[in-house]
């Protein structure tokens, strides 16, 4: 009777991790992709357990709670402007798990031929995804400088690495019994996975959060082949497969190759003789912004890390009520690597509750920003820096943009005139059709709800 419900059950989670990632696809959709991929790992879980070779549940229901007690309060305290870094500290557990895994199968077997290679790829990237993991963690924390870290030779001191932690790898699989080049295997394993990320910018966080999320992927399908588990193999493999593609994209929204991003030290400031002039900037307070807002009929709000940062999320859902009454048609314009992760604006302009038909992607709002009198940029820099498209030797040129800059009006809220991840200035802020709203993103937005209020009372 068993032996004929595992595979069921695995038939069954399967399917659900394949629906989970077609539904995460759309925020209309993505809460029933959650649920979906939920219940999937649920019948992953619970087929597991029934295979024969579990024969004793002390030390799994053991851990089962010590990992509930850790995860289920971390879950709900998390902010959801820590997104991010939670994405990022649950890729570090994933591949630790999986490394150690891997670990412990090759002292208890000494496995041979493809098994072995199978493990030795396992480990590789379980180990380094960890290490990876948390700097990426303290980088988003900002434990760590968000800046590239960087050196002479560094990038060579990073291959030389790698390959010897490759040529070890392969030494195990021609001599298991060679025990002793283990340990330096992983060691040099969690090294590479430190210097991989340090010398990345937080520019390119959503990229990284990506790549790591598929070399976690990887790791998991190469112990599904280690261990003999089809389920393993194919969430393994969507896991990482899925997490490709996303990179990829995300490199294409910033006109960037995988290559630029791991070794290029993207976001060091950059320093020009342009610093030493004071270019003239037009700033205003909150009462003559929500004139201007008070005046106009279409709206178009770009969101970005500040407001994520000022977890100004639900006073832009106030703003937007409170236009919308006033029959202002307002959007919001999505840039694919605003934030520190994929969809991290959509995430909490989500939790606010403003409605997914008013989030507009890239290729989507583009065309309609010249039509626009108002276009409100919230903590938003170099995704709307026209510097990409007017200067061919700037270090974002080539990168798609939000077009703000066509708006009749731009506002921009922002605490200070201090340059994003990319290092450089921004060319908008100077342009004669930008007021700069200098101030906290979540205090600014209401002291303009608060002033528009005062304008309908009126």
Same mark, same amino acid.
């Given at each position: =009777?068993?032996?004929?419900?595992?595979?069921?059950?695995?038939?069954?989670?399967?399917?659900?991790?394949?629906?989970?990632?077609?539904? =995460?696809?759309?925020?209309?959709?993505?809460?029933?992709?959650?649920?979906?991929?939920?219940? &999937?790992?649920?019948?992953?879980?619970?087929?597991?357990?029934?295979?024969?070779?579990?024969?004793?549940?002390?030390? #799994?229901?053991?851990?089962?709670?010590?990992?509930?007690?850790?995860?289920?309060?971390?879950?709900?305290?998390?902010?959801?402007?820590?997104?991010?870094?939670?994405?990022?500290?649950?890729?570090?557990?994933?591949?630790?798990?999986?490394?150690?895994?891997?670990?412990?199968?090759?002292?208890?077997?000494?496995? *041979? &031929?493809?098994?072995?290679?199978?493990?030795?790829?396992?480990?590789?990237?379980?180990?380094?995804?960890?290490?990876? %993991?948390?700097?990426?963690?303290?980088?988003?924390?900002?434990?760590?400088?968000?800046?590239?870290?960087?050196?002479?030779?560094?990038? #060579?001191?990073?291959?030389?690495?790698?390959?010897?932690?490759?040529?070890?790898?392969?030494?195990?699989?021609? %001599?298991?019994?060679?025990?002793?080049?283990?340990?330096?295997?992983?060691?040099?394993?969690?090294?590479?996975?430190?210097?991989?990320? #340090?010398?990345?910018?937080?520019?390119?966080?959503?990229?990284?959060?990506?790549?790591?999320?598929?070399?976690?992927?990887?790791?998991?399908?190469?112990?599904?082949?280690?261990?003999?588990?089809?389920?393993?193999?194919?969430?393994?493999?969507?896991?990482? %497969?899925?997490?490709?593609?996303?990179?990829?994209?995300?490199?294409?929204?910033?006109?960037?190759?995988?290559?630029?991003?791991?070794?290029?030290?993207?976001?060091?400031?950059?320093?020009?003789?342009?610093?030493?002039?004071?270019?003239?900037?037009?700033?205003?307070? $909150?009462?003559?912004? $929500?004139?201007?807002? /008070?005046?106009?009929?279409?709206? #178009?709000?770009?969101?970005?890390?500040?407001? $994520?940062? $000022?977890?100004?999320? *639900?006073?832009?859902?106030?703003?937007?009520?409170?236009?919308?009454?006033?029959?202002?048609?307002?959007?919001?314009?999505?840039?694919?690597?605003?934030?520190? =992760?994929?969809? *991290?604006?959509?995430?909490?302009?989500?939790?606010?509750?403003?409605?997914? /038909?008013?989030?507009?992607?890239? /290729?989507?709002?583009?065309?309609?920003?010249?039509?626009?009198?108002?276009?409100?940029?919230?903590?938003?820099?170099?995704?709307?820096?026209?510097?990409?498209?007017?200067?061919?030797?700037?270090?974002?040129?080539?990168?798609?943009?939000?077009?703000?800059?066509?708006?009749?009006?731009?506002?921009?809220?922002?605490?200070?005139?201090?340059?994003?991840?990319?290092?450089?200035?921004?060319?908008?802020?100077?342009?004669?059709?930008?007021? =700069?709203?200098? &101030? /906290?993103?979540?205090?600014?937005?209401?002291?303009?709800?608060?002033?528009?209020?005062?304008?309908?009372?009126?």
């Amino acid at each position: =009777m068993i032996e004929n419900l595992l595979p069921i059950c695995y038939i069954l989670a399967a399917a659900g991790f394949i629906l989970a990632i077609k539904w =995460m696809n759309t925020p209309a959709t993505a809460r029933r992709g959650v649920i979906a991929g939920e219940l &999937g790992m649920l019948l992953a879980v619970v087929g597991t357990l029934l295979r024969f070779e579990v024969v004793n549940y002390q030390w #799994i229901f053991i851990a089962f709670f010590l990992g509930s007690a850790i995860g289920v309060p971390l879950a709900y305290l998390m902010p959801m402007t820590a997104v991010p870094q939670r994405t990022a500290i649950s890729h570090a557990f994933g591949a630790l798990a999986s490394a150690l895994i891997g670990t412990a199968e090759y002292y208890r077997h000494l496995p *041979h &031929g493809f098994p072995m290679g199978a493990l030795v790829l396992e480990t590789l990237l379980g180990f380094l995804t960890f290490t990876a %993991s948390l700097m990426a963690f303290g980088k988003l924390q900002e434990i760590l400088p968000t800046r590239p870290i960087t050196y002479r030779g560094q990038n #060579i001191v990073n291959l030389t690495l790698f390959v010897l932690a490759v040529s070890i790898g392969i030494a195990l699989i021609i %001599s298991p019994e060679r025990t002793w080049l283990f340990p330096v295997f992983a060691a040099l394993s969690l090294i590479f996975g430190v210097l991989l990320i #340090i010398p990345i910018g937080g520019a390119d966080m959503p990229t990284v959060i990506a790549l790591l999320n598929s070399y976690a992927g990887l790791s998991a399908s190469a112990m599904g082949f280690a261990l003999d588990n089809k389920l393993l193999i194919i969430a393994g493999a969507l896991d990482g %497969s899925s997490g490709l593609i996303l990179a990829i994209i995300m490199c294409r929204a910033m006109n960037r190759s995988f290559s630029n991003v791991l070794f290029g030290a993207f976001g060091q400031v950059q320093v020009t003789a342009q610093k030493s002039v004071e270019r003239p900037v037009r700033s205003a307070s $909150a009462e003559e912004a $929500a004139e201007m807002l /008070d005046s106009a009929r279409s709206v #178009i709000i770009i969101p970005g890390y500040g407001m $994520a940062v $000022a977890q100004a999320q *639900h006073k832009l859902r106030e703003l937007f009520d409170v236009l919308t009454r006033r029959g202002v048609d307002v959007r919001f314009a999505i840039h694919p690597v605003a934030g520190r =992760m994929p969809g *991290h604006m959509n995430v909490l302009l989500a939790e606010s509750d403003v409605p997914y /038909d008013k989030l507009c992607e890239m /290729d989507d709002i583009n065309p309609e920003f010249p039509m626009a009198d108002v276009a409100l940029i919230v903590g938003a820099n170099d995704v709307v820096n026209p510097a990409a498209q007017n200067d061919k030797t700037s270090p974002i040129a080539g990168m798609p943009i939000l077009e703000a800059y066509k708006a009749r009006t731009v506002m921009v809220i922002k605490r200070s005139m201090n340059p994003g991840f990319a290092g450089i200035d921004n060319e908008l802020y100077y342009l004669p059709n930008t007021l =700069m709203l200098f &101030g /906290d993103a979540k205090t600014f937005v209401g002291g303009i709800v608060k002033e528009l209020g005062a304008l309908v009372r009126n």
